[in-house]
């Protein structure tokens, strides 16, 4: 089992940026399918971006695309979500995951398919 910790989450403006880290212990980012998901209040968690190992095929929301980067550090095994042109709507509590075994693209966007996940990071976007 992967122990994930979140760190970086905050409260920023509108157009504001924010750099999310995500370290893991008991395992290495670059064996792994690593994603970013987020949940709003009453909203379902939804899937925000995902790198494959440290620096392979990555996949974005339409939602950040353009807005986001996802990246990896091998020699600190971190995993990084930078986040520019924040707005409102991605406000909500972010978290890391990790998985292996994807049979396809689609399938690394859904959540149930990750088998270790981080306790999540607050980001509050203010308009």
């Known amino acids: 089992q992967v122990q994930l910790v979140e760190s970086g989450g905050g409260s920023v403006q509108a157009g504001g940026s924010l750099r999310l880290s995500c370290t893991a212990s008991?395992?290495?980012?670059?064996?792994?399918?690593t994603a970013w998901f987020r949940q709003a209040p009453g909203k379902e968690r939804e899937f925000v971006a995902t790198?494959?190992?440290?620096?392979?095929?990555?996949d974005y929301a339409d939602s950040v695309k353009g807005r986001f980067t996802i990246s990896g550090d091998n020699a600190k095994n971190t995993m990084t979500l930078q986040m520019n042109s924040l707005k409102s709507d991605d406000t909500g509590v972010y978290y890391c995951?990790?998985?292996?075994?994807?049979?396809?693209?689609?399938?690394?966007?859904?959540?149930?398919?990750?088998?270790?996940w981080g306790q999540g990071t607050q980001v509050t976007v203010s308009a």
């Open positions: 995951a990790v998985g292996s075994g994807f049979s396809s693209i689609p399938t690394m966007r859904q959540p149930d398919r990750y088998s270790d």
């Open positions: 008991g395992g290495t980012f670059s064996t792994y399918v």
């Open positions: 790198i494959v190992g440290s620096g392979g095929f990555t």
